[in-house]
């Protein structure tokens, strides 16, 4: 099933340009924040990084850049609108569809550049309460450092340098210098990331609820670099007069 701006439709009978990522290919991922599990996951749509640092924004393209102006696509969480997706445990994502081209419009003109649906897990009937757990631990370096000289080589080419242009050479004793600090190692480090999500949920026929709970640290190959996240999050929904009602609950605390 796919939702869209007026309702769902299954897959097979959508006409419009909209993609798809569920549940199961976010959590394949580990991300940290949710638009890097949309990574070359749909056509069309970019992801791009603000900074390195850790947990630091991303820029979501649909399409290509139509403005001058903003943008950013509208982003709708369960109906609401949201501005910053850091706030959102990627573990709690039911699906994300992606709509691309005019079936965007029924929101208006703030969707002009696309559109970014997020449903979140809800309760399932089930005749036991259903808990899950998920635990991640990575660490990340440096791909590439940039190769210096060490302080003996440097002051050797140095004094060449000056020689050659007539000066005299400013390292009278090279033999001292030894390896000298390459101020890389003073800077760079491993970076480790952990992850933990534990989630409860349960319903009947009349009533469904989850909760869950789930805490981020990222530490980044720089040694001030870091990002933490704690997450809270209830959501449910029940049926009143005879199913002709439906009342939903979302809760979300970062």
Same mark, same amino acid.
């Given at each position: 099933?796919? $939702? ?14 909209? %993609? ?8 394949? /991922? ?7 599990? /949309? ?40 109906? $609401? ?34 559109? $970014? ?23 990340? %370096? %440096? ?29 009278? $004793? ?23 999500? /534990? ?56």
């Amino acid at each position: 099933v796919v $939702v869209i701006g007026y309702g769902s439709s299954t897959k097979k009978e959508i006409t419009g340009a909209v %993609s798809i990522v569920k549940a199961e290919e976010v959590a394949k /991922l580990n991300p940290n924040r949710l638009e890097q599990a /949309l990574q070359g996951q749909s056509a069309g749509v970019q992801i791009s990084s603000q900074s390195g640092s850790p947990g630091g924004g991303y820029n979501i393209r649909i399409r290509g850049i139509s403005t001058n102006g903003d943008n950013n696509p509208l982003i709708l969480v369960d109906g $609401v609108r949201y501005a910053d997706l850091s706030a959102l445990d990627p573990y709690s994502i039911e699906s994300i569809n992606i709509l691309k081209d005019a079936s965007a419009s029924i929101y208006g003109v703030q969707a002009a550049n696309g559109v $970014v649906l997020i449903t979140t897990k809800k309760g399932t009937k089930s005749d036991k309460p259903v808990i899950d757990f998920h635990a991640y631990v990575g660490t990340q %370096s %440096s791909a590439r450092r940039i190769p210096v000289l060490n302080a003996t080589e440097y002051a050797i080419l140095s004094n060449e340098a000056h020689a050659n242009g007539g000066q005299t050479p400013p390292f009278n $004793v090279i033999s001292d210098l030894g390896e000298g600090t390459d101020w890389q190692d003073e800077v760079f480090q491993t970076g480790m990331g952990t992850d933990q999500s /534990l989630s409860l949920q349960g319903g009947t026929e009349k009533y469904n609820l989850r909760g869950s709970m789930g805490y981020t640290s990222q530490t980044g190959t720089i040694l001030t670099s870091r990002f933490e996240r704690a997450t809270y999050s209830i959501g449910g929904s029940t049926k009143l007069f005879n199913d002709n009602l439906k009342i939903d609950l979302n809760a979300n605390i970062a």
